[in-house]
């Protein structure tokens, strides 16, 4: 949601291009190469996963929120405002009381969609143990060729 403000142009134009470009960029890498840009970072384990699923997952939902939230009536929350209520009262109780419904479909979808993908993760996985072993085969017959020569 932090993202999604900014993108839905609530602060400016100004930020709405720099949190879409950000969400664009966090969306468009997929969860695997995330995975194994944060493996390099966090190291083997939870963490690298975890950091690698909430990085794609912030940048779609952040994109689907921020739809939302262009798409949301004005009415409400320009009702609160002319009663002399803030921004954010005006936010929280005009706008995301119509939003909660669409923001908790989109949330359990993305959860229920990283679930399941081990024939996927394996495909990648594999593919990448392949790549590392054919750039050793190469780089040990370049070695061999070229060192002892």
């Keep these: 949601m932090l993202l999604a403000l900014p993108a839905a142009g609530r602060f400016g134009w ?27 970072a966090a190291g083997l384990g939870p963490n690298a996963g975890t950091l690698a699923l909430a990085l794609h997952t912030a940048g779609v939902l952040g994109r689907l929120f921020a739809e939302a939230l262009e798409n949301a009536p004005p009415e409400p929350a320009a009702a609160i405002r002319l009663q002399g209520g803030s921004q954010v009262a005006a936010f929280c109780f005009g706008t995301l009381p119509n939003l909660w419904p669409q923001l908790l479909a989109y949330s359990l979808y993305r959860w229920e969609k990283s679930l399941f993908q081990e024939a996927q993760a394996s495909t990648v996985i594999m593919g990448m143990l392949l790549l590392v072993l054919f750039v050793d085969l190469l ?9 002892r020569a």
């Design 14 to 40: 100004p930020l709405q291009g720099a949190a879409r470009l950000l969400l664009n960029a966090l969306r468009a890498i997929p969860e695997l190469v995330w995975a194994a840009l944060t493996v390099l």
């Design 139 to 147: 780089s040990d017959v370049l070695r061999q060729r070229y060192v």
